[in-house]
């Protein structure tokens, strides 16, 4: 089975501050990567994914995420926030071809001027 | 190219009653997937789709069935409305790879 844990439910930073969002996850297999954003009354929208390879990934809007095996984590960091990226942030965890996401529990981001 | 299109996009139903949501992906996709978001729950999977037929199916009870058409057109039911049902409820399509999933704007159900 697969889980994912988000550290932390609400993150409050300043506008030009860093931006740092806590997963860890846990599978059996090798585990395909995800951070998804969701801003109030819309849909999931795809920031970045870790599939194989790279295991820094870059992502849209100066997001990126590290894949590290070892700590079974993949936090996602921002060097600058900016208003426009307060929303609800989601780790998720798929199996290889399995089109199921495993989801946490979300953070959300409050940026603050 | 248009993005997943979810109808109705808001909606409410007494207790008991049954609904009927709609999906329709992304021109091309024939994966489509559901997902319940709620406050307690956080997003859970229901069940995945691919050229109509379930081919994966998460831990909800019976009356949560789903359905897809050969024009890759999802449906999902919820039969005997329970509180508890509340929700948004999302759809998400793929053209053939897991890992680009696109997911719709979704319906919000009000169970009263």
């Known amino acids: 089975a697969q889980s994912v844990t988000q550290l932390g439910s609400h993150v409050s930073v300043s506008e030009g501050a860093l931006v740092l969002l806590r997963c860890n996850y846990s599978?059996?297999?090798?585990?395909?990567l995800f951070w998804y954003v969701q801003y109030p009354n819309q849909g999931l929208q795809l920031l970045l994914k870790y599939t194989t390879g790279a295991t820094l990934v870059k992502g849209i809007n100066g997001f990126e995420a590290e894949f590290k095996k070892s700590e079974t984590s993949f936090h996602l960091t921002k060097p600058s926030a900016h208003m426009s990226d307060a929303a609800e942030y989601f780790c998720?965890?798929?199996?290889?071809?399995?089109?199921?996401?495993?989801f946490g529990k979300g953070t959300l981001l409050t940026v603050n001027p | 190219k248009a993005g997943v299109t979810q109808t109705p996009r808001y909606l409410i139903k007494t207790r008991g009653q049954q609904v009927t949501l709609s999906c329709s992906p992304i021109s091309g996709h024939r994966s489509v997937s559901w997902y319940q978001q709620t406050p307690g729950q956080g997003l859970q999977f229901l069940f995945e789709y691919f050229s109509e037929t379930q081919r994966n199916k998460g831990n909800f009870p019976g009356r949560f069935s789903g359905r897809q058409f050969s024009n890759s057109r999802s449906e999902m039911n919820v039969s005997t409305l329970e509180l508890g049902d509340s929700a948004l409820y999302l759809c998400a399509s793929s053209l053939a790879l897991p890992w680009e999933q696109y997911f719709g704007p979704g319906t919000r159900l009000t169970v009263t």
């Open positions: 998720a965890v798929s199996r290889g071809s399995n089109y199921k996401l495993t």
């Open positions: 599978s059996s297999v090798p585990p395909y």
